[in-house]
C-alpha cells in the first residue's frame, strides 16, 4: 500500500517515546540501530512464528521477514456481533489527512464533528503546555480538579479503569495494526482468548485488512486517536479531529463505530474526557494500584531501547503479583506496533500469565466488565447508557464540580440541564471559570 514504510512505524513508536517524561533522546534513534546488522551477533530469525529467547529481545535484535498478511474475510460477511452490518466494501483512501499529524481543523468533516459538542458541557480548561507534569506546572498543581492522569492518575467515574471481578485480566494492545499483529492474533486464537484493540487511525487505513481480522476474530476494536499525539495539549478542535478521523477510519473499515477510545499515554483531563464522551467515546484506561503502580507491562521500553526484555519481564511479574492482591480484577497495557512487543507478548507475558496459580481469566476488556459484544459500536449497543450520549433523561456530573456534563441532547443548556450543587460553593475559581464558558 502506498502509504505503508516501516519507517511511519518507527517514527509513530517514537512518538510515543519522546513524550515520555523519562524517555533519553537516543531513544528516537531506535530504527538506525535496529537496522544495522552489525550492532548484535544474535542469529536472524528464520521463520515468522519463532520467538527468540528472552535474553535476545532487546533494542538492536536482528527483525525477521514477515509473511505476507493474507485477508481471510471479504466484503458482505456476517461479523459475530449480533445486528452488526455486514463487513463493507474495501476502505478507500481518499479523503483522509496526512498520516501521523494532527489533522487540519478547518476541513468540513472536523466541522460537522464539531456540532456533536453541542449540548455538553466542555469545561474551559486551558489546553495543558506539552501534556507533562513538568512542562506545565501550573496545570500540574490543578491536576486533582482537571482529573489530569498524567500527573497523579486521576480519573472519573465514567473513565473505565478496572475489570470489577478479581483476578479477571483484561488485556489491550495499542498502537496497531502492525504486520505484527498476525503473530499476536494467531495466539490469541491458540490460546482461544479475546483482547482489546486500541487502534491508531494513521495505521488502520495502512491495513484495514488487519483491522478486520482483529473484528472478525472476536476481538474489541477502539480508537486510539489518529496521529498518536497526547491530547491535554490540543485544542478541541485537534481533539475531535484526531478522534473523530480515527472513529472514521474503523467505521470506514469494519461498519461499525466504536463508542470507546484510549486516550496516548493515558493523557486525559476533564475537558479530553468530555469531548470524547459527547462523541459517544467511553475512556478506558489501564488500571493502577491504589499506591500508583501501573499495570503497564513496560515493553514499549524495550522497543525504545531503555530498558531490556529481561527487564521487562522482571516488571511483568510484579503485575502477577499486583493483580494477585489487588481486591478487583485489571486492565494491563501492551502493544502490537513492533516485533519486540509482540515478541515478549507471544512468547513470555501471555504464557505466563497463563500459567499463573492462583489463576487469572485473561479476557477482552469487554468481557471483564460483563458487557455485551454490542456495547463496543454504536450500531449493536443495546445499552441505553453506554455511551452516554444515549441518556435520554438526567446526566452526570462527571467531574463532580456540580455542573452536569453528559446530558441529552434533548436537553436545553440554558434550562434543567445544569445542577449547581452545594459543593460549587466551595469551589474554586477554577469551577467559577468553567461555569463562565457555559453561560
Ligand atoms: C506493583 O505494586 C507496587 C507496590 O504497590 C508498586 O510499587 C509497583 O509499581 C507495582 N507494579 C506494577 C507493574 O503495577
Ligand atoms: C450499560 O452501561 C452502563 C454505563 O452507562 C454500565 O454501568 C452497565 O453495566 C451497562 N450494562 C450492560 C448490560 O452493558
Ligand atoms: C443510541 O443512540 C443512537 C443515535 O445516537 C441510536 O441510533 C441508537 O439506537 C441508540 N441506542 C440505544 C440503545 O438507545
Ligand atoms: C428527544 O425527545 C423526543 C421526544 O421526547 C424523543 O422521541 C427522542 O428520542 C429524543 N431524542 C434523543 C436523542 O434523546
Ligand atoms: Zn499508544
Given at each position: 500500500?502506498?502509504?505503508?514504510?516501516?519507517?511511519?512505524?518507527?517514527?509513530?513508536?517514537?512518538?510515543?517515546?519522546?513524550?515520555?517524561?523519562?524517555?533519553?533522546?537516543?531513544?528516537?534513534?531506535?530504527?538506525?540501530?535496529?537496522?544495522d546488522?552489525?550492532?548484535?551477533?544474535?542469529?536472524?530469525?528464520?521463520?515468522?512464528?519463532?520467538?527468540?529467547?528472552?535474553?535476545?529481545?532487546?533494542?538492536?535484535?536482528?527483525?525477521?521477514?514477515?509473511?505476507?498478511?493474507?485477508?481471510?474475510?471479504?466484503?458482505?460477511?456476517?461479523?459475530?456481533?449480533?445486528?452488526?452490518?455486514?463487513?463493507?466494501?474495501?476502505?478507500?483512501?481518499?479523503?483522509?489527512?496526512?498520516?501521523?499529524?494532527?489533522?487540519?481543523?478547518?476541513?468540513?468533516?472536523?466541522?460537522?464533528?464539531?456540532?456533536?459538542?453541542?449540548?455538553?458541557?466542555?469545561?474551559?480548561?486551558?489546553?495543558?503546555?506539552?501534556?507533562?507534569?513538568?512542562?506545565?506546572?501550573?496545570?500540574?498543581?490543578?491536576?486533582?480538579?482537571?482529573?489530569?492522569?498524567?500527573?497523579?492518575?486521576?480519573?472519573?467515574?465514567?473513565?473505565?479503569?478496572?475489570?470489577?471481578?478479581?483476578?479477571?485480566?483484561?488485556?489491550?494492545f495499542?498502537?496497531?495494526?502492525s504486520?505484527?499483529?498476525?503473530?499476536?492474533?494467531?495466539?490469541?486464537?491458540?490460546?482461544?482468548?479475546?483482547?482489546?484493540?486500541?487502534?491508531?487511525?494513521?495505521?488502520?487505513?495502512?491495513?484495514?485488512?488487519?483491522?478486520?481480522?482483529?473484528?472478525?476474530?472476536?476481538?474489541?476494536?477502539?480508537?486510539?486517536?489518529?496521529?498518536?499525539?497526547t491530547?491535554?495539549?490540543?485544542?478541541?478542535?485537534?481533539?475531535?479531529?484526531?478522534?473523530?478521523?480515527?472513529?472514521?477510519?474503523?467505521?470506514?473499515?469494519?461498519?461499525?463505530?466504536?463508542?470507546?477510545?484510549?486516550?496516548?499515554?493515558?493523557?486525559?483531563?476533564?475537558?479530553?474526557?468530555?469531548?470524547?464522551?459527547?462523541?459517544?467515546?467511553?475512556?478506558?484506561?489501564?488500571?493502577?494500584t491504589?499506591?500508583?503502580?501501573?499495570?503497564?507491562?513496560?515493553?514499549?521500553?524495550?522497543?525504545?531501547?531503555?530498558?531490556?526484555?529481561?527487564?521487562a519481564?522482571?516488571?511483568?511479574?510484579?503485575?502477577?503479583?499486583?493483580?494477585?492482591?489487588?481486591?478487583?480484577?485489571?486492565?494491563?497495557?501492551?502493544?502490537?506496533?513492533?516485533?519486540?512487543?509482540?515478541?515478549?507478548?507471544?512468547g513470555?507475558?501471555?504464557?505466563?500469565?497463563?500459567?499463573?496459580?492462583?489463576?487469572?481469566?485473561?479476557?477482552?476488556?469487554?468481557?471483564?466488565?460483563?458487557?455485551?459484544?454490542?456495547?463496543?459500536?454504536?450500531?449493536?449497543?443495546?445499552?441505553?447508557?453506554?455511551?452516554?450520549?444515549?441518556?435520554?433523561?438526567?446526566g452526570?456530573?462527571?467531574?463532580?464540580?456540580?455542573?452536569?456534563?453528559?446530558?441529552?441532547?434533548n436537553?436545553?443548556?440554558?434550562?434543567?440541564?445544569?445542577?449547581v450543587?452545594?459543593?460549587?460553593?466551595?469551589?474554586?475559581?477554577?469551577?467559577a471559570l468553567?461555569?463562565?464558558?457555559?453561560?
Amino acid at each position: 500500500m502506498k502509504f505503508f514504510t516501516s519507517a511511519l512505524l518507527v517514527s509513530s513508536f517514537a512518538a510515543i517515546a519522546e513524550a515520555r517524561l523519562d524517555t533519553p533522546l537516543h531513544a528516537r534513534h531506535a530504527h538506525v540501530k535496529r537496522a544495522d546488522p552489525t550492532t548484535t551477533s544474535a542469529p536472524a530469525q528464520a521463520t515468522y512464528t519463532t520467538i527468540p529467547p528472552l535474553s535476545e529481545i532487546t533494542f538492536g535484535m536482528p527483525t525477521r521477514a514477515i509473511t505476507a498478511f493474507v485477508a481471510t474475510h471479504t466484503p458482505g460477511e456476517t461479523p459475530p456481533i449480533s445486528g452488526a452490518p455486514v463487513l463493507p466494501s474495501a476502505l478507500s483512501l481518499t479523503g483522509y489527512p496526512p498520516q501521523d499529524k494532527i489533522p487540519p481543523t478547518d476541513s468540513a468533516q472536523v466541522k460537522e464533528w464539531m456540532k456533536e459538542l453541542e449540548g455538553f458541557h466542555i469545561p474551559d480548561i486551558s489546553p495543558t503546555k506539552d501534556s507533562t507534569c513538568a512542562g506545565d506546572p501550573a496545570a500540574a498543581a490543578q491536576a486533582a480538579q482537571r482529573g489530569w492522569w498524567t500527573c497523579g492518575g486521576h480519573t472519573r467515574s465514567t473513565d473505565i479503569v478496572s475489570c470489577p471481578t478479581k483476578f479477571d485480566w483484561g488485556i489491550s494492545f495499542d498502537d496497531g495494526p502492525s504486520p505484527q499483529s498476525a503473530i499476536l492474533l494467531d495466539k490469541l486464537k491458540q490460546e482461544k482468548l479475546h483482547a482489546t484493540f486500541f487502534v491508531v487511525g494513521s495505521r488502520v487505513i495502512e491495513r484495514p485488512g488487519m483491522l478486520i481480522e482483529e473484528y472478525m476474530s472476536g476481538h474489541e476494536v477502539s480508537v486510539h486517536t489518529w496521529s498518536h499525539n497526547t491530547l491535554t495539549k490540543l485544542t478541541n478542535e485537534q481533539i475531535v479531529a484526531e478522534l473523530g478521523w480515527t472513529r472514521k477510519a474503523i467505521r470506514d473499515a469494519l461498519g461499525v463505530t466504536p463508542t470507546t477510545m484510549r486516550p496516548p499515554q493515558g493523557d486525559i483531563d476533564d475537558r479530553v474526557r468530555a469531548i470524547s464522551l459527547a462523541m459517544g467515546l467511553v475512556p478506558i484506561i489501564w488500571t493502577s494500584t491504589p499506591d500508583g503502580g501501573k499495570f503497564d507491562s513496560n515493553d514499549w521500553r524495550v522497543a525504545g531501547g531503555l530498558i531490556t526484555g529481561v527487564q521487562a519481564f522482571d516488571i511483568f511479574q510484579t503485575i502477577l503479583t499486583n493483580g494477585s492482591t489487588i481486591d478487583t480484577g485489571f486492565i494491563s497495557l501492551q502493544h502490537d506496533l513492533f516485533e519486540i512487543t509482540v515478541d515478549l507478548a507471544v512468547g513470555y507475558f501471555l504464557d505466563t500469565a497463563l500459567k499463573h496459580t492462583p489463576k487469572f481469566n485473561l479476557q477482552s476488556i469487554g468481557e471483564c466488565l460483563d458487557y455485551p459484544a454490542g456495547n463496543f459500536y454504536r450500531e449493536t449497543t443495546v445499552n441505553k447508557t453506554f455511551p452516554y450520549t444515549n441518556l435520554t433523561a438526567g446526566g452526570i456530573d462527571v467531574d463532580g464540580d456540580g455542573i452536569v456534563d453528559i446530558i441529552s441532547k434533548n436537553t436545553s443548556t440554558t434550562s434543567a440541564g445544569f445542577r449547581v450543587s452545594a459543593s460549587l460553593l466551595s469551589s474554586v475559581t477554577f469551577v467559577a471559570l468553567a461555569l463562565l464558558g457555559q453561560l
